[in-house]
DNA sequence: TATGAATGAGTTTTCATTCAT
DNA sequence: CATGAATGAAAACTCATTCAT
């Protein structure tokens, strides 16, 4: 019966969305998840807790969305189909998307085991990028760095996109998706 | 005499790199600047605009480190110095960079205001790349979308290497950075 | 289980009487009514609410004191009782009518909300003058002309007794009693 | 040279009619007469000083406005236009009138001192009503008692016609004043 | 005489957490 | 399991008053 255990996470994910994580009092999601204040502590240790398990959930839910159909396609398509996720992702106003930007700098980002576990979830996208370095489509480096200059980019732009602080076009984008694949790839051009 | 408004910057810079921003209170920042409570009220309206005071200091801090000695060199050069500076930046463990992180996701940072104040200062950085696209050096989109290729790697870069979350050899680095600088140049080579 | 709520207003009645409503401090209500700070916010949003309560309150034990057995006895029976209950009220030196008078004067005594209130409370009162005017007893002048002519008279002289700034025989104040009653009365006397 | 403290009072008048008593802080104050906040403690003792002699200065104003003109006509003459002018200063919203209404409920209006200046103040009016008592032309009661028949009510009707509660035509009012005049008069009629 | 920066105790209010029911 | 009343420490902010200049 992990319902009341969902049902306080979302809440925690739509009042950290809207009011920002700093308005995220337990009374106040007692009321929106509409349970007792006390019963969020039989779910979760203390406030700490349900933090570290909603930024989990969270990233979950965002990991789940990227790697959709991660294994479909040349490595140029799924690169680019990762690169535009990333974008729409950030650019959307989701609640989950919205939340989880206000994680990032919290004390416990750093954390070993918040380490191990973002790892495994985006396991797919290291096999993705072994990968392609085996067969010498890629720059062999370091899969942390190909990934800053992958798609660090992408993340930015979709964040500049929902903060209006970037005017474009999309043909503007996706050239500079190109300018991203183009920048860790292999050229064989002659 | 804005010795003690700076005073008050200085430790709330301080307090916000080794605490955090979330126990950032108006009386332990008193004691620790060494004042009393309501001294901090004479130069600040409220804490919110402590916070956006602070937050134009340390970007200035951080935008006159990265523009020194802008204009020396070719445009190669320039690039790359501003690229590892940018590396170097985030790698400290200085307060001023410590806390700026902190400031991003608040609400205040979409705020018209802090945009022309931001694009104010990195003004030189503009003007930099409009030369660079004008000579045909650089690929002709928007700064914007540039800067988030170009620099945003370098960024997350530094800030990984802070937290210890990339081990690689300096080696890698410095091919990363030739990476983001062929990924917007137009290459000339025949 | 109101029993907290009334004993946070008694002890808010007790302090405003004694010290003045300037010096009603929620610290200080909360350790008079023997309660936590915290606890006053779970019956009353917040001070401005406790006051507005706390007046309906008082108010309500004025009203039920001064309107007992208004029914009994001719009109002008009924006239003399009520302008000396008024009268020694306002000599009392109870919280309740100490507290009150220092509420007349605060934002919110003009509200219509207020108003309505007031008026509900003191129908009887209504009632009854206009039942006299109807039989020709008292002049036909509005309710609010006639309670001035009638009552405020009893109401300063019942602030200056407990004050202590008139001195006058029992005698003299049943004559004022007369007089206010004459002033409105139509005289019949041949 | 009483310029400027005659600025304070007349700012600390207009601070306590506009925004209330319980508004009047010493830096405010301070601004709006265009002193410095040491000043002030140049001209008064401390702040309940300068509300005693607020007081004592507005007492005077309402006072002189009073009695000036007191000596024409014969006594109904000069009461009417006394109730009358009692009735208008209530409505008016003069910064005098509306920061009188505050001072009447805090401590200090009891002391002897306040006392033995109000009634030197009013002194005229005593005279006025002990002439009358002596000429048989109104009743021989405690003056206190008097002024509390025929005056209260106009300050009452006064203060209910500024607050919008009460609506009555001009004609009534007249009547309500012939009333309080009726009440306290020895009547000779046949 | 006048200034105004500085003080620090005091204000109202919120909030994570507990525990008797 | 669930409740929600109660707690009390801590938060942001105000303000009367002082004092070196």
Not at 152 to 161: D, F, H, M, S, V
């Amino acid at each position: 019966m992990d319902n009341k255990r969902d049902l306080i996470l979302r809440s925690a994910e739509k009042i950290i969305a809207t009011a920002g994580l700093h308005n995220l009092s337990m009374q106040k999601l007692a009321i929106d998840a509409g349970v007792a204040a006390g019963t969020i502590y039989r779910y979760f240790k203390d406030k700490e807790d349900l933090i570290i398990e909603l930024r989990k959930d969270v990233l979950q839910q965002i990991a789940s969305k990227l790697l959709e159909n991660i294994n479909e396609g040349s490595f140029d398509e799924k690169f680019r189909r990762l690169w535009f996720k990333i974008v729409e992702l950030g650019r959307e106003q989701s609640h989950a998307n919205l939340s989880f930007a206000q994680y990032s700098h919290l004390p416990g980002v750093d954390a070993p085991e918040h380490q191990a576990f973002e790892r495994e979830i985006f396991q797919p996208l290291h096999q993705l990028f072994e990968q392609a370095k085996n067969q010498g489509m890629i720059q062999k480096l370091d899969n942390t760095l190909l990934f800053s200059i992958a798609f660090e980019p992408a993340i930015a732009i979709g964040k500049r996109l929902r903060r209006g602080h970037l005017e474009c076009t999309e043909n503007e984008i996706r050239r500079a998706c190109e300018l991203c694949l183009k920048a860790i790839s292999i050229n064989l051009q002659l």
